[in-house]
């Protein structure tokens, strides 16, 4: 692993307060791997041999039931996934697939069963990452079951401006097809929802979103700290 793809990983909040003897041997067992894109990494029900952190690219967390598809979540750099399965040894509960062109770091699971064992600091960090995923997964429960598709869109537009610098403007990073099924919509009311956001100072050309009135836009999403602030990741 480079020094630099290290440094990235000691630094996420799950590795930080680990031992740097315990982190050597964490990662030194790891494998670090380039996939092109729309490659699958697992299937939903597979008892997964490996904890994931996606270095480069973008990884989606999916699920199907009889002939239906939804994008669960879509993770980028620096984060890790499917942590409580791995610490269960339990079957994961979505498939996962990269997005875009990735490195991915892959930790054996018994390795992090005997590090969770021999390192506190490790121990804790794991249990307030788990923390912080439930309380994720609620804010998204909220989120889906109070808001409008159209109140859904509004909110994650601000959140992503802001998180790409609040610059007035935006390309959506993945296909809109995705962006729908993570928001919880066909792409036929993703369309629809654009177009009323048309009146709320919101204009769209392709993958581009200009933010032209942001009080009219924040007035329509009402964004809330406990349903819109990130927590951690899965």
């Given at each position: 692993?480079?020094?630099?793809?290290?440094?990235?990983?000691?630094?996420?909040?799950?590795?930080?307060?680990?031992?740097?003897?315990?982190?050597?041997?964490?990662?030194?067992?790891?494998?670090?791997?380039?996939?092109?894109?729309?490659?699958?990494?697992?299937?939903?029900?597979?008892?997964p041999d490996f904890l994931y952190v996606v270095l480069e690219g973008a990884v989606e967390l999916f699920a199907r039931h009889i002939e239906r598809e939804t994008?669960?979540?879509?993770?980028?750099?620096?984060?890790?996934?499917?942590?409580?399965?791995?610490?269960?040894?339990?079957?994961?509960?979505?498939?996962?697939?990269?997005?875009?062109?990735?490195?991915?770091?892959?930790?054996?699971?018994?390795?992090?069963?005997?590090?969770?064992?021999?390192?506190?600091?490790?121990?804790?960090?794991?249990?307030?990452?788990?923390?912080?995923?439930?309380?994720?997964?609620?804010?998204?429960?909220?989120?889906?079951?109070?808001?409008?598709?159209?109140?859904?869109?509004?909110?994650?537009?601000?959140?992503?401006?802001?998180?790409?610098?609040?610059?007035?403007?935006?390309?959506?990073?993945?296909?809109?097809?995705?962006?729908?099924?993570?928001?919880?919509?066909?792409?036929?009311?993703?369309?629809?929802?654009f177009a009323t956001l048309t009146r709320h100072g919101v204009e769209v050309q392709g993958r581009t979103i200009r933010i032209k009135d942001a009080q009219s836009?924040?007035?329509?999403?009402?964004?809330?700290?406990?349903?819109?602030?990130?927590?951690?990741?899965?």
């Amino acid at each position: 692993m480079r020094t630099a793809d290290a440094t990235n990983v000691r630094d996420l909040p799950l590795f930080r307060g680990m031992t740097d003897e315990h982190f050597e041997a964490l990662v030194q067992p790891a494998f670090l791997q380039r996939f092109p894109p729309h490659v699958t990494l697992f299937e939903r029900g597979q008892t997964p041999d490996f904890l994931y952190v996606v270095l480069e690219g973008a990884v989606e967390l999916f699920a199907r039931h009889i002939e239906r598809e939804t994008t669960i979540a879509i993770l980028t750099p620096v984060s890790t996934f499917i942590l409580a399965a791995v610490l269960k040894r339990q079957p994961v509960l979505t498939s996962g697939r990269t997005l875009d062109p990735s490195r991915i770091l892959m930790i054996p699971t018994e390795v992090v069963h005997t590090m969770l064992e021999q390192d506190p600091g490790f121990a804790l960090a794991i249990a307030n990452e788990i923390a912080g995923a439930y309380r994720g997964a609620v804010k998204e429960l909220k989120s889906q079951k109070l808001r409008t598709s159209v109140e859904r869109l509004a909110n994650w537009i601000i959140r992503e401006h802001g998180v790409r610098g609040g610059g007035g403007e935006f390309d959506i990073p993945f296909d809109k097809r995705t962006l729908a099924s993570r928001l919880g919509m066909t792409p036929e009311n993703l369309s629809r929802n654009f177009a009323t956001l048309t009146r709320h100072g919101v204009e769209v050309q392709g993958r581009t979103i200009r933010i032209k009135d942001a009080q009219s836009l924040e007035k329509l999403a009402q964004p809330d700290p406990l349903i819109d602030e990130a927590e951690a990741s899965f």
